[in-house]
T-cell receptor, first 114, second 114 residues
Framework: AQSVSQHNHHVILSEAASLELGCNYSYGGTVNLFWYVQYPGQHLQLLLKYFSGDPLVKGIKGFEAEFIKSKFSFNLRKPSVQWSDTAEYFCAVNYGGSQGNLIFGKGTKLSVKP | SAVISQKPSRDICQRGTSLTIQCQVDSQVTMMFWYRQQPGQSLTLIATANQGSEATYESGFVIDKFPISRPNLTFSTLTVSNMSPEDSSIYLC???????????FGPGTRLTVT
């Protein structure tokens, strides 16, 4: 079955620390990959997306993610986190293109200490 | 991206009753989705609702429990029928938009069943 794995349940960092959140997906052919963010009390927002081209994609608020096809991974990174990055982060994968649905990972809660 | 609104934003309901959640989009979209996010959990797809056709339900979800309407390209409703405390959750409406098949989410409806 198609699945998405996020390895970290809860990550705690101090401000200015670097961030990397892992995301792996099961094989399923062509995929489109996404990271979503849910700030406290707010709705789910699209952070960045990959569907073709340069495997290093840049999103909003200084986030980036790298698609490594051989590792079935799409890790999220940020060089220097801020307190305002405290949120829950979800990796999601579309396996079927126009006919596919998003499958979400379990999410990683990020807490940034000021 | 599309702007999505949901009503109600939250509700507290008694066991055995039903609640209808409305989802309004500011643009015409073909595919709309309904998700459930249980406390501390990731998002689970309930069903896909395309205008002009019956909703397609995921495994574990049935039409009698979660009837869906999709009368036009900007609106959909999800009804949670014969509610039990296990239905307490956040229900999210989502639309597909863009060449990467990315999805955008409404603010959610927080349902508590007592």
């Amino acid at each position: 079955a198609q699945s998405v794995s996020q390895h970290n349940h809860h990550v705690i960092l101090s401000e200015a620390a670097s961030l990397e959140l892992g995301c792996n997906y099961s094989y399923g052919g062509t995929v489109n990959l996404f990271w979503y963010v849910q700030y406290p009390g707010q709705h789910l927002q699209l952070l960045l997306k990959y569907f073709s081209g340069d495997p290093l994609v840049k999103g909003i608020k200084g986030f980036e993610a790298e698609f490594i096809k051989s590792k079935f991974s799409f890790n999220l990174r940020k060089p220097s986190v801020q307190w305002s990055d405290t949120a829950e982060y979800f990796c999601a994968v579309n396996y079927g293109g126009s006919q596919g649905n998003l499958i979400f990972g379990k999410g990683t809660k990020l807490s940034v200490k000021p | 991206s599309a702007v999505i609104s949901q009503k109600p934003s939250r509700d507290i309901c008694q066991r055995g009753t039903s609640l209808t959640i409305q989802c309004q989009v500011d643009s015409q979209v073909t595919m709309m989705f309904w998700y459930r996010q249980q406390p501390g959990q990731s998002l689970t797809l309930i069903a896909t609702a395309n205008q002009g056709s019956e909703a397609t339900y995921e495994s574990g979800f049935v039409i009698d429990k979660f009837p869906i309407s999709r009368p036009n390209l900007t609106f959909s409703t999800l009804t949670v029928s014969n509610m039990s405390p296990e239905d307490s959750s956040i229900y999210l409406c989502s639309v597909r938009w863009g060449q990467a098949y990315e999805q955008y989410f409404g603010p959610g409806t927080r349902l508590t069943v007592t």
